[in-house]
């Protein structure tokens, strides 16, 4: 099983990225998935999440500002961020998770300068 994460980036306040999470080794279209981020000395939390039906949850910190999506034919989960502030910034991992099937990719690096 893989979960690899791209589209990470170093970029200015107010502006944009959108990571990509590739899967394979698992049946996509039957997972729900996840974004996570963990910055420096803090705990790993939930960005946002999509249901294998496509229904779509957010957290506090980035409602509003980011859309997650899912491209059931490219096993792809995407997650679109904009208006981008520093402390946005850290390292993005995502989730696959299908009961206690539960993978972890291998995050990318989120850097928002001021």
């Known amino acids: 099983v893989q979960l690899q994460a791209s589209g990470g980036g170093s970029v200015q306040a107010g502006g944009s990225l959108r990571l990509s999470c590739v899967t394979s080794?698992?049946?996509?279209?039957?997972?729900?998935f996840a974004w996570y981020r963990q910055a420096p000395g803090k705990q790993r939390e939930l960005v946002a999440e999509?249901?294998?039906?496509?229904?779509?949850n957010y957290a506090d910190s980035l409602k509003g500002r980011c859309t997650i999506s899912r491209d059931n034919a490219e096993n792809t989960v995407y997650l679109q961020m904009s208006s981008l502030k520093p402390e946005d910034t850290a390292v993005y991992y995502c989730?696959?998770?299908?009961?206690?099937?539960?993978?972890w990719g291998q995050g990318t690096q989120v850097t928002v300068s001021s």
């Open positions: 989730k696959s998770a299908w009961f206690g099937n539960i993978y």
């Open positions: 080794g698992i049946i996509f279209n039957i997972n729900n």
């Open positions: 999509i249901t294998r039906e496509g229904n779509a």
